[in-house]
């Protein structure tokens, strides 16, 4: 500055001096405000789980006796209401008996008519014993108990028809319950122990799917609304058969290669198959006045469902290397004891213990597994927050920790369910059930929370 002579000049050096340390006391503030926010903002800690099919919940009817069954008048796989009546049955024992007797009647019929005839008298007796049984089903049964299905949804027979005898507390029918979606998953992330069935989660479901055709229509549909990047529209039904017939008659046989591939001497291969097909759709549009009937895009695709964890078991492979001193003594006894005095062929002769074992270790493989208690979903559908749950625990309690075990293959497998599924994917997944396919999601549970800078710190 002493070397600055205009006034004026050092004025305005002054000047920026002073906003360049204003400047640096607010980026000191910035920063140590979001370390702070960094260390108290906490966010949730989730364990992902594997891919699995999404699946509806299956109501089971039992058979409230030994019964017969009289009537089915809901076919397979057809929609039922709460409280239709899907099956008729008659408990009566006599009843039962006579549909006993029934069925090894005609089981007879048909190996007599399967036999070489030989005499008319075969025949006429068959004859005989069909017309009678004709007349017999004629009769109406003393009593009849009406079945009715328990939810709405689909009904499920598996084979079961008319005349068929069930025994008490078996299976009559099943219905599928679209409004109770669930799926079997497995977790063996990291902190896949500190699953316990009332955790809160969601689930989302794969963005591709082998058996689909997905469309997005990358245009701005909703002009004046802000948004960040494409706004994307997803279309599952737009042709879908069509458009996978014709890419795969244009791909099915040829042969193709990697060029990076290539270099490794790597060769072509011929195509098998078309499995995810995913197609992007640009173009300029117009907002029209509201039609009867529109495309709806599949938005529900990228949400995530709420959902809970109901019930489930951990498992665990375990490496031990000491055991019971007992049972070390007594292993350590039966191998002396095949070994005693017993040549051993070696190259160049015979080889035999003279003093028995001198050393003797071990590597044990073991598996363990604890089923948890089951949650309550229907007393209490809202579950639990993590730390409510761990904080009832008091883990390895009474058990002293060893460093001869160690555990691998540490997993949790359970069944979770969403809470109130959009209406849109319950039509899904049961369109999809008539079709014999399923959607692949994966599962994500809130198993704790931590500071957000902890993050930061997490192993990749």
Not at 64 to 86: D, H, I, S, T
Not at 445 to 457: K, S
Request: hydrophobic letters at 45%; glycine letters at 8%.
């Amino acid at each position: 500055m002493k070397e600055i002579k205009s006034m004026r000049m050092r004025r305005f050096i002054a000047k920026y001096i002073r906003y360049l340390e204003i400047l640096a006391y607010t980026l000191i503030l910035l920063v140590g405000t979001g370390v702070v926010m960094a260390w108290c903002w906490r966010v949730d800690v989730t364990c992902k789980s594997d891919a699995v099919e999404l699946a509806p919940f299956e109501h089971t009817v039992k058979a409230p006796a030994e019964c017969v069954v009289l009537e089915l008048p809901v076919a397979e796989n057809a929609p039922v209401r709460k409280g239709q009546v899907v099956a008729v049955v008659c408990t009566n024992a006599q009843w039962v008996a006579r549909a006993k007797a029934e069925s090894g009647l005609r089981e007879a019929l048909d190996a007599l008519r399967a036999a070489p005839v030989t005499a008319d008298e075969d025949g006429a007796f068959a004859g005989i014993v069909e017309a009678r049984m004709v007349e017999w089903n004629k009769r109406l049964p003393p009593e009849s108990v009406p079945i009715e299905s328990p939810a709405d949804g689909v009904l499920g027979l598996k084979g079961l028809a008319t005349g068929a005898v069930v025994l008490a507390g078996k299976k009559l029918v099943k219905v599928k319950d679209f409004s109770l979606l669930r799926g079997e998953f497995t977790f063996s992330d990291k902190n896949a122990y500190l699953c316990r069935p009332g955790m809160k989660g969601w689930v989302e479901i794969n963005t591709k799917q082998g058996f689909e055709t997905v469309v997005m229509l990358d245009v701005d549909t909703r002009p004046g609304v802000p948004y960040f990047g494409a706004r994307r529209d997803e279309f599952t039904q737009l042709a879908a058969a069509e458009i996978r017939a014709a890419f795969t008659n244009a791909v099915l046989g040829k042969e193709l290669l990697d060029a990076e591939r290539a270099k490794l001497g790597d060769f072509a291969l011929p195509v098998s198959g078309v499995n995810n097909v995913a197609i992007q759709i640009r173009g300029h549009g117009k907002l029209v006045d509201r039609a009867q009937t529109a495309l709806e895009p599949e938005g529900f695709r990228i949400e995530r469902h709420p959902a809970l964890l109901i019930d489930g078991s951990h498992t665990a492979g375990l490496t031990l290397i000491e055991v019971d001193p007992d049972a070390r003594a007594k292993v350590a006894g039966l191998l002396s004891q095949s070994l005693a005095d017993k040549p051993i062929a070696v190259p160049g002769g015979h080889y035999v213990l003279e003093e028995g074992i001198e050393k003797f270790v071990f590597s044990l493989e073991a598996k363990a597994k604890k089923k948890m208690p089951a949650w309550d979903w229907k007393a209490r559908p809202e579950g639990s927050d993590a730390e409510t749950l761990l904080a009832q625990e008091q883990p390895g309690q009474g058990v002293t920790p060893s460093k001869k075990v160690k555990y691998k293959a540490r997993k949790f497998a359970g069944t979770v369910q969403l809470v109130a599924p959009d209406k849109r994917l319950q039509a899904l997944v049961q369109r999809l059930a008539r079709e014999d396919k399923a959607l692949s999601v994966k599962a994500h549970i809130v198993v704790g929370r931590t500071p957000f800078a902890m993050l930061l710190f997490r192993k990749r």
